[in-house]
């Protein structure tokens, strides 16, 4: 197993989190399966707050009381094709490294990945389904693969629109995807910590937005917002439990619109 611990801020508790590979020998296609199917038990009450990702239960080998943070690692597992994988927290939230999901790809190879000698199964879209809210829309259309066409707007110089589409492999998360940080308004900050949300939040774990522009460091892509949007969809999708054969087009969307897809 690949072990490691996070930094406490002041008045918090440090978190250990450890990745082992294989959970158990797949003896058939269901067995690395039920562990995705147990990220689905998402509490009613969490899901309806704006950071919905707060988990009651996760993997069947997690013991904790709430997992906060959870969907970069959600997203490093579907993006690198990860169905066998043990994952254990022991304090009240994944940690948030640097805010992106490059450390957690780096885990898994460190942990050590090999191919099942078992089919894998694919939920496959068969037809278009599309959810419209306001301006945010998310649909779901048929395709052979994995893909995720994305675009975002916001009032801000920085972020009136940015657009990124791929075809999601190992090899395209790792490269483009997962080094995207998560993001937010300098004006969200004090909302959030009042709510009990993004406690351990600092300029080295996010990319925070001023009036004016990025406060803390440059940005790791031009588009990394729009980036990092889809990888939280690649994270939501996760929760699915399968392989999605399918093509997410998505016009500023976000959880709730990825979840109602």
Known sequence: PVVFQSIAMPGEAEAAFS????????????????????????????????????????WVSVDTAALAHNLRVLATLAGLGVDDVRVEVDGPEVPVLDGSAAPFVILLHEAGLRPLAVPRLHLRVKEPVEVVHGAKRARLVPSDHFEVAYSIGFDHPLLRHQAFALRVT????????????????????????????????????????????????????????VRH????????????????????????????LHAAV
């Open 19 to 58: 990745i082992t590979t294989p959970f158990v020998p797949a003896s058939n296609n269901e067995a690395g399966r039920e562990i995705l199917r147990g990220l689905l038990a998402v509490d009613a009450e969490d899901a309806a707050t704006v950071r919905p990702h707060v988990l009651r239960r996760a």
């Open 170 to 225: 190992p090899r395209s998360f790792t490269e483009t995807i997962a080094p995207a940080r998560t993001f937010g308004f300098l004006r969200e900050v004090e909302m959030l910590r009042k709510s009990g949300l993004a406690l351990g939040g600092s300029l080295e774990n996010a990319v925070v937005i001023g009036e004016t522009g990025v406060l803390n460091n440059k940005l790791r892509f031009e588009d990394e917002f």
């Open 229 to 256: 949007k889809i990888l939280d969809a690649v994270g939501d999708l996760a929760l699915l439990g399968h392989p999605l054969a399918g093509r997410l087009e998505a016009t500023k969307a976000g959880h709730a």
